[in-house]
């Protein structure tokens, strides 16, 4: 007989492989492939996907393109963006039970009933932060502001007394570890440039980041209060932070320069990458992601 922790893994592995091979026939690569769509809808797809990707707008594929993300500085960047943000995140999630359970002398299932606040606080947070960020065209600053409420959160885990002010703190590491990845996996797919390039800088950042699933499951060892596991968390907050700070320096540099491109240096730069197609968002027409209102349509 399967022990219950087997069954654990049957019951919540098994509809994610039947859905992954159904999804496999049934989502299409492509608004041009997407039967669903009449001929009117699928223009019109096709024109919102072409304005809103400016001049990286390209569906072709080479393994030359590909294989360029890797001599790409913003993939490492980004990789590196992703593992900290999961080492911290991930921390939180495998341990939090554990972490409450320490604020008092609660009962098993006083425990998981405390986490469900955590996570509708955070489920808001995800919702909130994803619809102000999509709403002004902004990624960067709403991670620093995210992390910013995360290392007020670990602090107050820290170092405050009683339990009202612990689980406060909780929650707010739980709402900023969780908010940040929608935004943080939005940036990186807004500045890579062509369906190629962005496909491949996406696999490999997220297959990267994810290694700080592995980081986060060692970090909580020194129970009660966590402080060395808590600090490790910090830590991870505060290098991603300064990581975007210093990636958004960079975007708005070398946004300028491209503003001020003559006709000459534009053309050097498309001949140095060997076509348009492999320049991407490198082209000198493209912009990378910062700060922009986006108008509704009426």
């Given at each position: 007989a399967l022990k219950e922790w087997q069954l654990l893994f049957l019951v919540e592995g098994l509809p994610n492989l039947i859905v992954a091979v159904l999804i496999w026939f049934m989502l299409p690569d492509s608004p041009e492939t997407a039967r669903f769509l009449t001929e009117d809808e699928r223009a019109y797809v096709l024109a919102r996907l072409k304005v809103d990707a400016g001049a990286s707008y390209d569906h072709s594929f080479s393994w030359a393109q590909l294989l360029s993300v890797l001599a790409d500085y913003k993939t490492w960047v980004y990789s590196l963006i992703y593992l900290s943000g999961t080492s911290a995140l991930q921390g939180v999630t495998y341990f939090l039970p554990t972490i409450i359970s320490g604020l008092g002398s609660f009962q098993n299932y006083v425990v998981q009933a405390l986490t469900i606040p955590v996570y509708a606080v955070a489920f808001l947070a995800i919702v909130l932060t994803s619809y102000t960020s999509d709403r002004y065209g902004d990624r960067s600053f709403h991670m620093i502001g995210i992390n910013l409420v995360g290392m007020v959160g670990f602090l107050l885990l820290m170092y405050a007394s009683g339990f009202g002010a612990t689980y406060f703190g909780a929650i707010l590491a739980t709402a900023s570890v969780y908010a940040n990845v929608s935004v943080k996996a939005a940036w990186f797919n807004n500045n890579f440039g062509g369906l190629t390039r962005r496909a491949a800088a996406t696999g490999?950042?997220?297959?990267?980041?994810?290694?700080?699933?592995a980081i986060g499951g060692q970090i909580y060892f020194d129970s009660p209060k966590y402080f060395h596991g808590h600090t490790i968390a910090i830590s991870c907050i505060a290098a991603q932070t300064a990581l975007v700070v210093g990636l958004r320096i960079l975007f708005v540099f070398t946004n300028s320069r491209r503003a001020t491109?003559?006709?000459?240096?534009?053309?050097?730069?498309v001949e140095r990458y060997g076509s348009v197609e492999m320049a991407?968002?490198?082209m000198p027409e493209y912009?990378?992601?910062?700060?922009?209102?986006?108008?509704?349509?009426n």
């Open positions: 490999l950042i997220v297959s990267l980041g994810t290694i700080g699933g491109m003559s006709e000459e240096e534009k053309a050097a730069v991407g968002d490198r912009r990378y992601t910062l700060f922009v209102i986006i108008q509704s349509e």
